[in-house]
């Protein structure tokens, strides 16, 4: 089984990765799990004061951060992974990746980093249940 797991480095990305971590066995024997970060996108007036190589240089440092400790973590629980990161609206670039890469389920925590925009949703985790057709599994 193919599984995606979009990450935030949010306290809901870390129970996600608690209950794959308990329950591997569970998911498939031989899944294989790519774990994904969407970095927001720098808004295009911004970027244009700056190089691409710095742009590149800023997206990858803000995946490493949330993707070095999950990597460690997996390591750890003796867990392989691919890992992936792309600048752009994460809901978008969830779907997308999902989607194209022909995966057999999704999972990502139910909240992100947003206090108020997350009171009942989080407004990532609801624009992906909108938009992908992939299964979703959110965990709380």
């Given at each position: 089984?193919?599984?995606?797991?979009?990450?935030?480095?949010?306290?809901?990305t870390q129970r996600?990765?608690?209950?794959?971590?308990?329950?591997?066995?569970?998911?498939?024997?031989?899944?294989?799990?790519t774990v994904f970060n969407a970095?927001?996108?720098?808004?295009?007036h911004a970027a244009s004061f700056v190089s691409r190589a710095t742009l590149h240089v800023y997206y990858e440092q803000e995946a490493r951060q949330v993707i070095d400790?999950?990597?460690?973590?997996?390591?750890?629980?003796?867990?392989e992974a691919e890992y992936r990161h792309q600048a752009g609206q994460p809901a978008e670039q969830i779907c997308s990746?999902?989607?194209?890469?022909?995966v057999d389920l999704l999972m990502m925590g139910s909240h992100g980093h947003g206090a108020l925009s997350n009171l009942v949703l989080g407004s990532v985790a609801t624009q992906v249940l909108a938009r992908c057709s992939v299964p979703v599994l959110l965990v709380r």
């Open positions: 089984m193919k599984i995606l797991l979009a990450v935030d480095g949010s306290e809901y996600m990765l608690d209950y794959v971590a308990a329950h591997k066995d569970d998911l498939g024997a031989t899944n294989s799990f970095v927001l996108a720098v808004p295009p400790p999950i990597r460690d973590f997996f390591k750890d629980k003796g867990i990746v999902a989607q194209e890469g022909g």
